[in-house]
């Protein structure tokens, strides 16, 4: 099977190089003709089909392309000594296995080979990667070893040590296994020793991982140790290894000399003083090896302060007040010094600054100045003092903060538009401070200049991602979710940010209409996760081929982060439900949902899978504002609570917080596609039994199962099953009141909808010691909503005027728990008239399902009626003219001879244009700053509104519609 | 303070972010983590005292050519961050790595005609020199400098490890005697 010179999978090249060319070109037409005229020659070449195969995929006819690849596997394998076998062939065929997502023939094609061919290293090799592209470590390891024992090299024991080391550390392997790895390890260095040093640092992670540091350390400092080419590498893991053996005073040692290598690597002093102070003998009160040690560690950082001959240095001068703070935590310093200390150190910083500037021959003054005003700023709001500023001099600020930059505009008129502007920040931070303002004061004005600030900043600069982030919330606060969404476009989010930014946007837009760009945002980020799993094995492989193991461990153990991260989990659940939604009027689409949904199951099995597992939160959440710290947390939502309630203090709670509900969301999201068959399902049957004989057998184990997840979904609720049907009936009946509209709500309303479809079947729900008005679980669901959507709306202002609105509410309220209810009316519908047969022998609908007809029918009045309502109230709002709106809004930043409230920072803006001169400026900036419309920044906030109005006005209709439609067939 | 340290494969999520908000070239993540797979000593990301990743530079061996050399592929520092000497620590790190692990007899990169910053940086800081002018190397059709700045090479040939990092750009295909095209377009 010898690869002959100038054939390709057993065919003379020549005869497949056009082939290859034109695939290379795209020509698939061309290369299909040609690779067809080959296989007439060849017509048994599992290579001639391969090629086939690859070029069907690539065509996108992919069941052809899997018929000719099952072709040539039957072929390949079927033990006919004339057929030529290699790995092109294999590897080829590997490929268009891979696309097709079947991994396992690719497999099966390549251990067939390995056998019929044993200790062909090549075949071997592929065979390899083909377990690495499975995640199956074990195999892995096994055909490693096999490859080590016939070539011996020291490469193919690595790959079987890290399929080891892989087992334990994202397998279910044992951490005896590190024992077998050490051994093998060991065998092979004292016969033939270690070339490689990532090979090294396989070893030594190996002994870490079994917190044998003495064997690490006795290594490195022996003829291994050269291996480690990098020295002060070589020290630093020398010093963590001696710190965790616990042997603080040499690990000091280490580290001390690494600084003396490298005077400014802060981590390594860091690492250096934590050494010093963690020998236990420290730990007890006595001072005195304390004082000791920080005297030995402040003449060591005087040495170095000496020693760093170049000025630019920091760590030395920013070790010194890190001793100083340590000092004072230990009771042992002197506060006023540390201050002193501080000051001269920003003194020297800004010099340092200064000077490297001056070098480099850039305008030193104005922008130093800037960049010290900034500082300032920055420091005052991070540490929390402007909270505690009187509304007064909180505006005064936000004044201040855009004088300085209209005024400072001139220093960037030689830069390019895409590089950034010099005091940029400043609108970022006048823009927070504004929406502290609203929220303590309530009054819109401040709301419309922390967006008109940052609009008025894009215009001159469009790729400032600060002020388009800050955007996408206070457009999304203000139902202007359609222009937040354009905001949030315009960030051009792709690839690995799709897993960290789309958080920004994603929450609000799965409790929106806005369907369409919804389902958008869901496949895109679903493509790049999905694509990237299915690549990323390739690349692992490319880390064992590049001899990187320490990198394949840690690529591997990435990919895991990603496979379990909360929002790709999420996405995977609401994906299917926002088809679900989408499809709501039309029963039969439903249940094609459904099926694709192996009924529903799939999602179960996602939340069954991640359980016990802990999930990954990959959202960078450093880059959300103050105000909404979290995407289920919002501050101005509530009330201003002073300064005993800076965000900034609660935000690691709240963090936790909502990582814990992320779990319990998703588990309750999970079971809705499942809750809506059974009950689909359980509707039709409650009318089967009904025009069936008495006694018909009703599938009891639908009810049951449907009635175990009701129990699952209440427990989520944290209510006991029994208790959470009280509370239902309480809030229907008016015994228990409605809260202020709050996501649980949505989830109670749909719990009464499935208790109603499960209860259809069960009729275990008895209502003798309940209020009589409540006469049914039919009764119980139209009275929820009802009473809920009214009540939603009460306390819904006008949506121009009031931001953070209820708006979510009533859409989930329409689009899930009244969805879902009028879907298991068209459920009963269909089997009471089933198509076809619309009028069953002996007339119409059966006696004893007049009852469940009256109850219907009312159900559809009441479902009409509520969709009515929230109609009559999205025309009301859309009714009330633009230029109405325009003015509520834009007179809330007009001052005329008010001397207090909002609309200082709008002048400033507003006059900008005026007193730049077009010299000081440039063309560029002066032609942006013109360009702004503070009237056109309000038009578009209405005009989002309005869009969003809109879609949601569609989706009612069509409910409306739907719900008519079955009246009509009663 | 700011720390220079070599980069994990975690890193990629932060430095991508890093690289949206600092350039307008975004590249694809495959890219990142073909560089960090293939020559991790290469990479060196500066971290914040928070965690937050605010430059990193992503470099590559050269190693079909005769000369065995290094080139800076991107280098990225946020602009919150200037002027801190960063980008002089960042490129340090990774020349001395090629140096040191690889043997590269010396490093080129390419830059933007109209950038004079990262010129200076580069010639007056560290040490490069124009080899030549490659025109309109930029997708928006700018020219580039065609940098490179000598190094000491190997000084000793005892590791032969990186001979098998014979596979260019396309090494992420499953074997180097398919086509190019066939397998990752």
Redesign the interface.
């Known amino acids: 099977m010898a690869s002959k010179f100038g054939f390709?999978g057993g065919i003379p090249e020549r005869r497949v190089r056009p082939i290859?060319d034109a695939?290379?070109s795209?020509q698939f037409k061309n290369a299909l003709k040609l690779s067809t005229a080959l296989l007439s020659k060849y017509p048994n070449s599992p290579y001639a089909l391969a090629l086939k195969a690859?070029i069907l995929e690539r065509m996108g006819k992919n069941e052809e392309a899997l018929s000719v690849c099952l072709n040539a596997k039957e072929i390949l394998c079927n033990n006919d000594s004339n057929v030529f076998v290699d790995?092109?062939t294999l590897?080829?065929l590997?490929?268009v296995f891979q696309r097709l997502d079947h991994l396992e023939m690719a497999t099966s094609c390549y251990e067939y080979a390995c056998t019929k061919y044993p200790n062909n290293l090549e075949l071997m090799m592929g065979l390899f990667?083909c377990y690495v592209r499975e995640y199956s470590f074990v195999k892995q390891q096994q055909i490693a070893i096999k490859m080590y024992k016939i070539a011996g090299e020291e490469r193919f024991l690595l790959w079987a040590v890290c399929s080891i080391q892989l087992q334990v550390c994202c397998g279910n392997g044992a951490e005896k296994l590190f024992q077998l790895a050490e051994g093998l390890l060991k065998k092979h260095i004292a016969s033939h020793g270690l070339?490689?040093?990532?090979a090294l640092s396989v070893y030594i992670s190996l002994l870490e991982q079994q917190c044998k540091y003495g064997d690490a350390l006795e290594i490195l400092s022996g003829k291994l140790g050269a291996?480690m080419?990098?020295e002060v590498?070589k020290l630093r893991l020398q010093g963590r290894l001696l710190a965790r053996a616990g042997d603080y005073v040499a690990a000091a040692d280490v580290f001390q000399k690494l600084l003396e290598l490298c005077p400014?690597?802060?981590?390594c002093f860091l690492q250096y003083l934590g050494c010093l102070l963690e020998d236990e003998s420290i730990l007890i009160k006595d001072t005195d090896p304390f004082d000791s040690r920080m005297s030995q560690a402040v003449d060591f950082v005087r040495k170095l302060m000496v020693e760093a001959n170049n000025n630019?240095v920091?760590?030395p001068y920013?070790a010194h007040l890190e001793i100083e703070r340590r000092k004072l935590l230990f009771g042992k310093g002197d506060a006023d010094k540390v201050v002193e200390d501080l000051m001269q150190y920003f003194i020297r910083v800004s010099f340092l600054?200064n000077l490297?500037?001056e070098c480099?021959g850039s305008v030193s003054g104005p922008t130093k100045e800037l960049g010290q005003s900034i500082t300032v700023f920055k420091i005052q709001n991070s540490i929390g003092e402007l909270f505690s500023l009187p509304v007064n001099d909180l505006e005064d600020i936000a004044v201040q903060m855009t004088e300085m930059f209209c005024k400072n505009l001139s220093l960037s008129k030689e830069l390019?538009a895409?590089e950034?502007m010099h005091g940029?920040?400043l609108l970022s931070l006048a823009c927070t401070v504004l929406v502290q303002l609203f929220w303590r004061t309530r009054d819109l004005g401040y709301l419309l200049e922390s967006i008109m600030v940052l609009e008025f900043g894009l215009a001159i600069r469009r790729y400032v991602?600060q002020y388009k982030i800050l955007l996408v919330h206070l457009y999304s606060y203000w139902s202007s979710l359609p222009l937040a969404y354009e905001r949030y476009k315009s960030l051009?989010v792709?690839?690995?940010?799709l897993?960290?930014?789309s958080a920004h946007i994603l929450p609000q837009m799965l409790a929106s209409p806005l369907w369409a760009d919804l389902s958008d945002l869901l496949r895109e980020y679903l493509k790049f996760m999905d694509d990237?799993f299915r690549?990323?094995a390739?690349?692992?492989f490319?880390?064992y081929?590049?001899?990187?193991y320490?990198?394949v461990i840690?690529?591997v153990?990435?990919k895991e982060?990603l496979q379990h991260s909360s929002q790709y989990l999420m996405v995977k659940i609401e994906a299917p439900i926002l088809q679900l939604k989408q499809n709501s009027n039309n029963i039969d689409e439903v249940e094609c949902i459904l099926e694709s949904l192996r009924c529903g199951t799939h999602s179960l099995e996602l939340s069954n899978e991640i359980r016990g597992k802990s999930l990954t939160f990959?959202e960078?959440l450093?880059?959300r504002p103050w105000w909404t710290p979290t995407f289920d947390k919002n501050y101005l939502l509530g009330p201003f609570e002073g300064v005993s309630s800076c965000p900034r203090e609660n935000t690691h709670n709240q963090i936790k917080q909502t990582e814990e509900n992320v779990l319990k969301t998703v588990e309750k999201r999970s079971l809705l596609p499942r809750m809506i068959y059974l009950s689909i399902y359980s509707a039709s049957e409650s009318v089967k039994e009904n025009l069936e004989a008495n006694g018909a057998v009703v599938d009891s184990k639908i009810s049951l199962e449907l009635k175990t997840l009701l129990e699952r979904y209440t427990k989520i609720l944290d209510f006991p099953f029994q208790d959470a049907v009280e509370l239902v009936f309480g809030f229907s009946s008016g015994q228990k009141p409605f809260e202020a509209p709050s996501p649980d709500m949505i989830d109670w309303m749909n719990f009464a909808v499935f208790l109603n479809a499960w209860n259809l079947n069960s009729h275990e729900v008895k209502f003798s010691d309940r209020d009589p008005s409540s006469t049914s679980t039919w009764n119980l669901v139209n009275t929820m909503l009802r009473k809920y959507v009214m009540e939603t709306i009460r306390c819904t202002g006008p949506v121009v005027s009031s931001p953070g609105s209820h708006l979510p509410f009533l859409v989930q309220l329409v689009t899930e728990p009244l969805a879902w209810h009028a879907v298991i009316i068209h459920s009963c519908m269909r089997s009471l008239h089933p198509s076809g047969k619309k009028k069953k022998k002996g007339g119409s609908v059966d006696q004893s399902n007049t009852q469940l007809l009256h109850e219907i029918q009312n159900s559809i009045q009441s479902l009409c009626d509520t969709t009515e309502m929230v109609m009559k109230w999205l025309r009301e709002q859309l009714d009330t003219p633009d230029d109405e709106k325009f003015e509520a809004i834009f007179s809330s930043i007009l001052r005329n001879g008010r001397n207090d409230g909002p609309g200082k920072v709008f002048k400033i803006l507003e006059s900008s244009s005026s007193l730049i001169k077009d010299v000081e400026v440039g063309p560029r900036i002066l032609e942006a700053v013109k360009s702004w419309s503070p009237a056109g920044d309000v038009r578009k906030i209405i005009a989002g509104q309005r869009s969003l109005l809109s879609e949601f006005l569609k989706i009612c209709e069509l409910k409306l519609k739907s719900l008519q439609a079955v009246r009509v067939q009663l | 303070m700011v720390c220079i340290r070599k980069a994990t494969v975690d890193d990629l999520l932060a430095m991508q972010a890093c690289n949206l908000f600092c350039l307008p070239e975004n590249y694809q993540m495959k890219y990142y983590l073909y560089h960090i797979l293939s020559w991790p000593q290469l990479l060196y990301v500066a971290e914040d005292y928070n965690g937050k990743i605010v430059g990193y530079v992503l470099a590559k061996m050269e190693e079909e050519t005769t000369e065995c050399h290094g080139h800076i592929t991107s280098l990225a520092v946020l602009r919150t961050h200037r002027k801190l000497g960063l980008a002089t620590k960042l490129m340090t790190a990774a020349q001395n790595a090629m140096e040191q692990v690889y043997g590269a007899e010396y490093v080129s990169l390419h830059v933007r005609k109209s950038n004079r910053a990262a010129f200076n940086l580069y010639t007056e800081t560290l040490g490069y020199k124009i080899h030549d002018v490659e025109a309109k190397y930029y997708a928006d059709g700018e020219d580039a400098y065609d940098m490179r700045k000598q190094l000491k090479g190997r000084k000793h040939h005892h590791h032969h490890h990186h001979h098998h990092h014979h596979h260019g750009a396309d090494a992420v295909l499953p074997t180097r005697k398919q086509m190019k095209s066939l397998a990752i377009n």
């Open positions: 390709a290859w695939v290379d795209r690859l790995d092109l590897s080829t590997q490929i990667s070339h490689e040093p990532e291996l080419m990098i590498d400014d690597d802060w981590e630019s920091r760590c920013l600054k490297v500037k480099e390019d895409q950034s940029e920040e991602w051009d792709k690839n690995i940010l897993e960290t930014v990237h690549e990323s390739d690349l692992t490319l880390a081929r590049h001899r990187n320490s990198k840690e690529f153990q990435f982060r990959n960078d450093k880059l």
